[in-house]
């Protein structure tokens, strides 16, 4: 689609540019009379100022960027077993993690990326994901089972609503959730890695 788009901003410039030499021609003919000098000025005008803005306009194709919007849910089941600095961990390292590996992750231009206890519609979110300008929502559950230290849950949705991939890790080995975050991390990264670059984790292009 940009592809296309170029092309016929392309096309309009060579047409303008030839027509503008064209009435150069004709502006040497009409020279003789103040009348025709004038409306050669005007034609020239005109078209010189339709060839600026094809210049200087930028190019828009309609469709959204091949992007993924970003956001973090914290369950209740965390809030009331976890702290806030576990949850703002793991948004924050794998935030970092897609961006480190080149994933095109969408800010919302309000909003930044969403770090939330409160419980969006998933309709809402794609609403927030189109006026982004992406294609993709990634959405991260970050949640403190009773049977576990931590579940992190990730799900990719593409702006149908369809979930497209899912990802969980669960870590409930040890005597304390101290390394429960890093532990889920690297075994979260290790399931994304292949997605890199695939439908729901575009790159950077």
């Not at 027509?19 to 003789?32: G, I, T, Y």
């Not at 794609?126 to 576990?148: E, F, I, Q």
């Not at 005597?175 to 979260?188: F, I, Q, T, V, Y």
Request: charged content about 20%; overall charge positive; glycine content about 6%.
């Amino acid at each position: 689609m940009k592809a296309e788009v170029s092309f016929a901003r392309a096309f309009l410039v060579v047409a303008v540019a030839k027509q503008v030499a064209r009435n150069q021609k004709k502006a040497v003919m009409l020279s003789s009379t103040s009348s025709g000098r004038a409306i050669a000025l005007r034609v020239q005008i005109v078209l010189l100022s339709g060839l600026f803005l094809l210049l200087t306009v930028p190019c828009s194709s309609g469709a959204q960027s091949d992007g993924v919007y970003y956001v973090v849910y914290r369950t209740p089941g965390h809030v009331s077993r976890s702290s806030p600095e576990v949850f703002h961990e793991i948004a924050t390292d794998l935030l970092d993690f897609l961006k480190k590996n080149d994933v095109k992750v969408v800010a919302d231009p309000e909003r930044g990326t969403i770090q939330t206890t409160e419980l969006f519609s998933v309709e809402s979110l794609l609403n927030l994901t189109k006026d982004a300008g992406a294609t993709y929502l990634l959405y991260v559950t970050v949640d403190r089972p009773a049977a576990a230290w931590l579940k992190v849950t990730v799900q990719c949705y593409d702006l149908s609503g369809k979930i497209l991939w899912e990802e969980h890790v669960s870590t409930n080995s040890g005597l304390s959730g101290k390394g429960a975050p890093k532990k889920s991390e690297e075994n979260m990264e290790k399931k994304l890695v292949p997605r890199i670059g695939q439908p729901g984790l575009p790159k950077l292009q």
